[in-house]
């Protein structure tokens, strides 16, 4: 059973390069409590039990950790065993989950929100988006001509992540542009607020 929260919960979504981080920064600026699912993906990577169950996965003997295991599983990626992918998502999902909902935080990061089928926990789903060229041009200036197909070619198409947001926040036309969808979607957010219930952590 998922804890009760006093406050509304929010997801942020969106493929690689498409702006979460620049949201979720927006949201911090606010005063919002925020968390990350990649954080919690590192923390939980760390446990031994979740070292043992993914050095299980890829049949390594001994177990394997840290820099190793993380270089075997991206290589598995790489050569698109989606089976494999799915079973590691399967492992490690369940500590995310528990450290994210510990965290209690307004707004929640959640690349693989609904690989996950995790939407249901939220109160509001937001995706962050931009245009393909957009997008390609960002991945070009963070990992040169190579090196991201794989990641993308993995990752839902936006339109499908779009058709479950109850608000699309689209980065293509600056940080200003951002920040006043940033905000307009605040204020829409605190009309659906329960009485008494303040916006921005104290």
């Known amino acids: 059973m998922s ?10 979504t969106g493929g ?6 620049t949201v979720l920064r927006m949201l911090s600026e606010r005063g919002y409590r925020i968390a990350s699912a990649d954080e ?3 923390a939980a990577f760390r446990e031994d039990e979740t070292n ?22 991206a290589q598995a990626a790489e050569e698109g065993n989606d089976a494999l992918r ?16 510990a965290e209690g935080a307004e707004f929640d990061e959640v690349p693989l929100l609904l690989e996950a089928c995790l939407q249901g926990r939220y109160d509001e789903v937001w995706v962050v988006c931009c245009s393909p060229e957009e997008k ?13 197909a794989a990641i993308v070619e993995a990752q ?4 499908v992540r779009e058709a479950f947001a109850d608000r699309i926040i689209t ?30 952590a104290e």
């Open 3 to 12: 804890p009760s929260f006093s406050h509304p919960r929010t997801a942020i």
């Open 16 to 21: 690689i390069a498409e702006g979460k981080s």
């Open 40 to 42: 919690a993906a590192r």
């Open 52 to 73: 043992d169950a993914l050095s299980a996965l890829i049949r390594a003997e001994p177990p394997i950790t840290g820099a190793e295991l993380s270089a075997a599983l």
């Open 86 to 101: 799915r079973r590691v998502n399967a492992i490690m999902h369940p500590g995310v989950r528990v450290r994210m909902e």
């Open 136 to 148: 390609l041009a960002r991945l070009r200036d963070r990992y040169g001509e190579g090196g991201f």
């Open 156 to 159: 839902l198409p936006g339109p």
């Open 171 to 200: 980065t293509d036309g600056g940080l200003e542009d951002t920040a006043r969808q940033v905000d307009a979607a605040l204020a829409n957010r605190e009309k659906f607020m329960p009485s008494g219930v303040d916006g921005a």
